[in-house]
């Protein structure tokens, strides 16, 4: 003999239960607070080193130390944060991330390449200049 299965308190309960949250909604503030304050000193570091060394043609590795690894960490909180939204997470759980990493992406997306064109064509300048002493 089969028991009978209740399907309706069963589709009930899984859309009644949500998850625990990954951490409090106290922490979510510091983490969103911390993080944006973080970035924005990551950003002054890197237009002012940007801005001192790239129009001389030096500090590539400098340069390419502040923008991909900042990138992977900015990608990784997407990630992460898109996670908790699929996963039914509270607000204050997967908005922190998905901001953070959204507007470090963006940011990469658009400095990046920016910052290589400009480093490869001051490397195409310090040439010429180089082939014109030589003449």
Do not use: H
């Not at 309960?13 to 922490?27: E, F, G, I």
């Not at 997407?78 to 940011?107: E, N």
Request: net charge positive; hydrophobic share 50%; aromatic share 10%.
């Amino acid at each position: 003999m089969i028991p009978f299965i209740d399907l309706m308190s069963i589709a009930s309960a899984a859309q009644n239960s949500t998850p625990d949250p990954w951490w409090p909604a106290s922490l979510s503030g510091m983490i969103g607070g911390l993080g944006g304050g973080a970035a924005g000193l990551w950003g002054a570091t890197l237009g002012v080193t940007a801005g001192i060394l790239v129009p001389k043609g030096k500090g590539k590795l400098a340069i390419r130390i502040l923008v991909y690894p900042i990138a992977l960490i900015g990608l990784a909180a997407l990630i992460v944060g898109f996670i908790g939204w699929r996963k039914d997470q509270p607000y204050g759980v997967w908005y922190p991330l998905v901001l953070l990493g959204a507007i470090l992406t963006i940011q990469i997306a658009w400095i990046a390449p920016f910052l290589e064109f400009t480093l490869r064509k001051v490397e195409k300048r310090k040439l010429e200049a180089e082939e014109l002493r030589r003449s």
